[in-house]
């Protein structure tokens, strides 16, 4: 007899959902910046659920991994 393993889209597989992320009281979510034609190239950045970026004090966009 042959064991099987779970499928991978079995939903009683799958571990728990990543928490939302937070930054100063607001969820965030990732959004890809494309900042090449300044200089800072192509990441994915944070955006508060406003639609606005998060900016750190020189003005340029968070990485998203990095909160």
Do not use: C, W
Not at 6 to 14: E, G, H, L, M, Y
Not at 22 to 48: C, M, N, S, W
């Amino acid at each position: 007899m042959l064991k099987t393993s779970k499928s991978k889209n079995d939903p009683t597989a799958r571990g728990p959902a990543q928490q939302a992320k937070v930054f100063e009281g607001k969820k965030i979510k990732p959004v890809l910046y494309v900042g090449t034609a300044i200089g800072h190239g192509r990441y994915i950045a944070a955006q508060d659920e406003s639609g606005k970026l998060i900016l750190d004090r020189a003005g340029k966009p968070i990485p998203y991994r990095l909160i």
